[in-house]
């Protein structure tokens, strides 16, 4: 009976030491924050000496840091993001790692590279950007950046790809999804579209058959600024689909009572008689 108790003793005390594993919800800012590619004029340095500034300054930061440590780091390659907020200044910095790194997990260059984000911190703090625009508004977005600073012989720190501020944004960010009014419409309708299809002859002859959906944005204008494959069929007939919806004028969209830019998705069906 006591070995029992003692068993069960045991078995109690190994579960109350046991330590819980314990999970938490981290903010994903990705999602408060608009890509460049989804703002029509991305955040950009207001001051044009910041990118040359920067560079030197983590060349500088470079040799401080291996000399603090008694070695030289091969090299660093920083791949930052950074969020900026509609007054452009930066909220936060996320260190997303080196991309193309065959090890991920070398602690040491990890380890090396937050020690330059953590020194470059106070100086990041103090930047200050256009701010980034959708819709005529100014809104919450986030940049990447990326370069590669190498060791050479003779201990010289080489920059191989210094980190540039991209300035170009997404012409057709300021495209409608959706409209509270009413959504483009192809004058003449669907058959207007379907009139100017010219089957590819390669397509007849396969006997392929299937319909293809295109984005078409549609300007406050009516007219197809631009046009792409969502799902397509091949042989020619994706060209073919792009083609005739370019030729066709929609009635504009409509939202809060004038007429805006705004992108829909148009299925265009292919079928031999």
């Not at 907020?85 to 065959?102: A, E, I, S, W």
């Not at 790809?161 to 004058?187: L, T």
């Not at 370019?246 to 292919?270: A, E, L, S, Y």
């Amino acid at each position: 009976m006591k070995k029992i108790i003692l068993i069960l003793f045991a078995i109690v005390l190994l579960f109350a030491c046991e330590e819980k594993h314990k999970i938490e919800i981290i903010e994903n800012y990705d999602i408060q924050y608009y890509s460049k590619e989804n703002v029509a004029n991305p955040a950009f340095p207001k001051d044009s000496t910041l990118e040359s500034r920067l560079n030197d300054k983590i060349v500088e930061l470079i040799k401080s840091i291996s000399e603090k440590n008694g070695k030289n780091i091969p090299g660093l390659f920083p791949y930052w993001r950074l969020y900026i907020n509609k007054n452009g200044t930066v909220d936060y910095v996320k260190d997303l790692g080196r991309p193309y790194n065959l090890n991920p997990y070398n602690s040491k260059e990890v380890a090396f590279g937050e020690s330059v984000i953590k020194e470059l911190l106070p100086e990041i703090a103090q930047w200050k950007f256009t701010p980034p625009i959708l819709f005529d508004e100014y809104v919450k977005s986030y940049i990447d950046i990326q370069g590669t600073f190498a060791y050479q012989a003779g201990g010289k720190i080489k920059v191989l790809k210094p980190i540039k501020f991209n300035k170009k944004g997404n012409d057709f960010a300021n495209y409608y999804v959706s409209v509270n009014e009413k959504m483009p419409k192809p004058i003449g309708g669907i058959r207007a579209i379907q009139e100017g299809i010219r089957y590819p002859e390669i397509a007849k002859r396969a006997g392929i058959e299937g319909r293809v959906y295109v984005k078409a944005y549609i300007d406050s204008t009516g007219i197809v600024t631009k046009a792409e494959i969502i799902r397509g069929i091949g042989v020619g007939c994706d060209e073919a689909a792009m083609v005739a919806i370019k030729n066709v004028k929609f009635k504009p969209g409509i939202h809060d009572g004038k007429p805006v830019n705004v992108q829909v998705t148009v299925p265009i069906m292919f079928k031999l008689q």
